[in-house]
Each structure stands twice: as C-alpha cells, then as structure tokens.
C-alpha cells in the first residue's frame, strides 16, 4: 500500500510517496540522502539513527515513514547553520566526544532534546538522558565533557540554536 | 530489516478506528510502535494492516474527574512526565516513567500501548495495578471498565477483544493514597524490569503492593498485603511481611535471571518498597 506523505525535514518540505513498510530512517537516507542519520543496530537499542521528531528525539528506525507524515523533522544535517557548527558540535569536536563518529549524529541530537528540556544538566542528569544511545569507543567521558561544553556555551548565548 | 507488507490506516476517532479492526481481521492498532514494530521487523508477527491510533486527539492528555485522574490511553511517558496534574498528585507515575527505555522511548511509548501489550516485564502494568487503577475500553458493543487485575490477564494477553480499543487508564480515589512508589531492578543492558514492584499505602492504613518481570503477568502480592496491612511499618513487620511476596506466584526464569533469583529478588524489592512508604 502507498501513502503520499508530507514531512518538513531541517525546514525543507518534502512529499513523497512510501511504501506502508518502510521506516523512517529508510527515508530519510534513502529517499531524502540524507546520511548523517545511521543505522546501528537496527532494533531500537544504539541510538545511532536519533532525529529530534516534533522537537523530540526518537529513534526513527522504529517508526514508519507513514507516521511521519505532517510531523516536522530535524535531522543531524540540520544543526550547522551557514558551515557554523551548532554548540553541541563544537563541544563534540573541542572535548574529544567522538573517534570513529559512528554514534555521534544520534548522540548529539539525544543532547539537543536534554538541553532543550534541562540547559544546564549535571553529569548525572546528562548520563541518563543518553541511555539510549550507545557509543563502542570514545567511552562516555568525554560525551559527558562535549554536553556540559554545549550547556555552558548555549547558556551564556541564549537563542544561539 | 523491513516487516513484512501491510496496510497502513490513521483513523481520525475511536469508531472509525473500531470498523477498520472489524473489516480487517488481521489488523492491529498501532500506538507508538515500540513494542509492536520491533516484533514485526523480525516477522514475529505478521498483521495485515496497522490502525494508527496515536493522533487520536481524545485519546491523549491527562484530566481530572473527581477524585479520579484519568490518563488518555495515547499519552506518552514524557507527555505524562510533563503533566503538572501527575507531577502534584501522583508522582509514583514519573518514577516509574523515567525507569522505562530511555529518553527516545518515553518520547513515543504509550501507557495504552503499554497496558495492552502486557509485556511480563513491562513497568506500567505494576505500579497501575497497585494504584487499583481501572482501563476503560470501546469495542463495537460499547465500552467497558475493568479492573487492571481483570485486564492484565496473561502474559501478552490483555483482556480485550481483537476489536476493542483501550481509551483510558483511571486511576480512583486519589485523595486516599498517603505514599506510593514503583522500584525496579533493571536488566542493565535492556533496562527491562528483572523484577519491578509498585507499592501504595492508602490513608485508611492498607498497603497495596504488585510484581512484575519476575512472573509471567503483573500481579498483587496479596499474601505481603494481608500480612502488613492495618500494622505499622516497624522493621520486624516489613520483614516478615516481605518474606511472603513469593507465596501463590509461579516466577519466570530466563538467561538473564532464574526463576529461584527472581523470586529471591521479588522478597528484596517488596521489602525495600515497604520501607519506602514509611
Ligand atoms: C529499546 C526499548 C526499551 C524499552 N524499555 C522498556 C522498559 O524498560 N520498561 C517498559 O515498561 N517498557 C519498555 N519498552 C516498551 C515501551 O514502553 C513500549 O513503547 C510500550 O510498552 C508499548 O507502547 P507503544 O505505545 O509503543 O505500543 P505499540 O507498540 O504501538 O503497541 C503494543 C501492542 O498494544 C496494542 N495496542 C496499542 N494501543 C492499544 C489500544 N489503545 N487499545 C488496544 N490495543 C492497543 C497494539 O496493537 C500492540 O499489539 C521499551 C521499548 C524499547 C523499544
Ligand atoms: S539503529 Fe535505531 S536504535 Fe540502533
Ligand atoms: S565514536 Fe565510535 S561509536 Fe561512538
């Protein structure tokens, strides 16, 4: 069964016809090239193919391109605004919050729903909100670092994002 | 992995969505997915179409009806963590909602989807039945409201027609409960409760208390209640009380936790939340 769908994706609106089955994540990668979401591991676990859905973060590979039609989307390559790293970027890179870079996309937009709810979280706080997503190298110390450089900077400019 | 083919429908009210169950015999609802889309993309189960029910607009918030809060059965766990109704009066429910999944998960996962899932390790379904709350459903004869000890009746197995859709969660005489809390030991990898229990001590001095994850359904311990109720909650009490959670349970045993464990942990957990309503 096809479904025309319109969906805002990083502000651009987009209609498309899917297929009832296809997921999200298929989506916006495959229909929409947009790579920066990844598919870990395919079974709501990683967190690698985190958008922010509505404003909030979700993991689209279990979601149906169906469901997103009307919804607004943010996805990873929405972040930078004219090639100035958002923040949350900048503190991934300055902190050392990524090696490989596999489970950075989801990991940053998990961050970008934290602080939208919580700007100045303890380590504690920003340990629980990314219990979704999992990282296999840079070890989650310096994930922590990256969010607290992002909560830090984000405060002192307020309406930055 | 992609599901198998289905149909996809978005009814827009509870009577359209009831036909499409009826016309299509195969069918499911379709709350937020993260129990039911998980099974399907590894074809362990096959519906013919999804009925999506989420955008129901009767079916979400959280409101008040007396002494009743009544959670609509398409609110989502941060939609209940944000409700100002249940951070005042019923804060046992945002304990046990920030111990589901994880953030992306409380962002889509329902406390209907939840209830009907009747997932034996699910969180919901315990601190519900504990709280006495009662699920309210509509089916092509009408609605119903049943007890959550009626409704969780086996494990993946509410007790709810094929056609019949779950629209609330009440939860009754609000002003009666002195303490309530839900604790959980969580399997650190899937964050699923081993063991889960949710506890309500009552102004008039009854203890409620319920299992899940160790059994195959959530479940009152009834034998704790009866030993602890009506007496105060010193430490000789709260002992021997929880020595009685294992009484008349079968408990579940898998690769993560044996049954002997689980029943050993259940004893531990009701103590620990025994303690916490004093
Ligand atoms: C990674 C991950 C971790 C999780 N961890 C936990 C956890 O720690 N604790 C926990 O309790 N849960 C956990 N869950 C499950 C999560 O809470 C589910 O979202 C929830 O149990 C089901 O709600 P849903 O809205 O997603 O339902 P869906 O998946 O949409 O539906 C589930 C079932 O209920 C039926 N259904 C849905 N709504 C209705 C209705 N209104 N009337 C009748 N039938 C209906 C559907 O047809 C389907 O059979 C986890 C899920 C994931 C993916
Ligand atoms: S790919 Fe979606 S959670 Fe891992
Ligand atoms: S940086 Fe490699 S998985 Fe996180």
Redesign the pocket.
Known sequence: MKHEITVTVNGTKHTSEVDSRMLLVHYIRDVLNLTGTHVGCDT??CGACTILFNGKAV?CC?MLAAQADGAEIMTIEGLAKNGDLHPIQEGFWEEHGLQCGFCTPGMIMASYDLLQRIPNPDEQQIRHNLE?NLCRCTGYQNIVKSVQFASKKMSGAPGDD | MYPAEFDYHRPESVSDAIKLLQENPEA???????????VMKLRL?QPSALVD??RISD?KGVREDGDTIVIG??T??SELMGSDVIKQKLPCLIDAAD????V???N??????????C?P????PAILLALESEIK?VGPNGERTQSSSEFFMDMFT?K?EPD????EIRIPNVSNIAKATYIKF?HPA????IVGIGAVRTNDGNVQLSVTGSVPIAARLSAVESEISGKDLSDDNIKAAAEKATEGLDFVGDIHASDEYRAHLTKVYARRALESLK
Request: charged content about 10%; aromatic content about 6%.
């Open positions: 709501s676990q993991k279990t979704g | 499911k609802l379709l709350a937020g997915g993260h129990s039911l889309l998980p189960a029910i989420s079916l059965a398409m989502t766990y111990n589901v999944g994880d992306q998960v409380r889509m996962g329902t406390i209907g989807g939840a209830c009907a899932h997932d390790a699910s969180d919901f459903s509410p709810l019949e859709v779950v629209t969580a899937s964050g699923y409760a």
